[in-house]
C-alpha cells in the first residue's frame, strides 16, 4: 500500500496550484483520503476528506472555500487543488488513507508548496 506525491512546487502569490496524490497496493474507492498540511513550525493541520467512491468531501471551516479536493478513480489519484494561494499556504501537504473511524494509517511522502514573489 503506497501513496505517491507529485514534486515540491513554487507559486507567486494569487494564483493556483494542484498537487496530487496517487494510490496503490489497495481499492482506491473503499477508503477516504485526508489532506493535512504541516507549516513551517507548526504542527499538523487537518484540511479536510474526499471519499473516493462518491466524490463526498468534507472540508475545515478555515479551508472551505479555498481549496477543493477531487479524485480521479480510473487513475487512483485524489487531488487538492489550492486557489489563490498566500503566502501563509506556504506548508507541506500530505495526503493520507484514512479508515471510516478516521485512523490515519498510511501517508504520503509530502509536497512541498512555497508561495512566494
Known amino acids: 500500500v503506497q501513496l505517491v506525491q507529485s514534486g515540491a512546487e513554487l507559486r507567486n502569490p494569487g494564483t493556483s496550484v494542484k498537487v496530487s496524490c496517487k494510490a496503490s497496493g489497495y481499492t482506491f474507492t473503499k477508503y477516504y483520503i485526508d489532506w493535512v498540511r504541516q507549516a513551517p513550525g507548526q504542527g499538523l493541520e487537518w484540511m479536510g476528506r474526499?471519499?473516493?467512491?462518491?466524490?463526498?468531501?468534507k472540508y475545515a471551516q478555515k479551508f472551505q472555500g479555498r481549496v477543493t479536493f477531487t479524485a480521479d478513480t480510473s487513475a487512483s489519484t485524489a487531488y487538492v487543488e489550492l486557489s489563490s494561494v498566500r503566502s501563509e499556504g506556504t506548508a507541506v501537504y500530505y495526503c493520507?488513507?484514512?479508515?471510516?473511524?478516521?485512523?490515519?494509517?498510511?501517508w504520503g511522502q509530502g509536497t512541498q508548496v512555497t508561495v512566494s514573489s
Open positions: 474526499i471519499d473516493p467512491e462518491d466524490g463526498g468531501t
Open positions: 493520507a488513507r484514512a479508515t471510516s473511524e478516521g485512523y490515519l494509517e498510511v
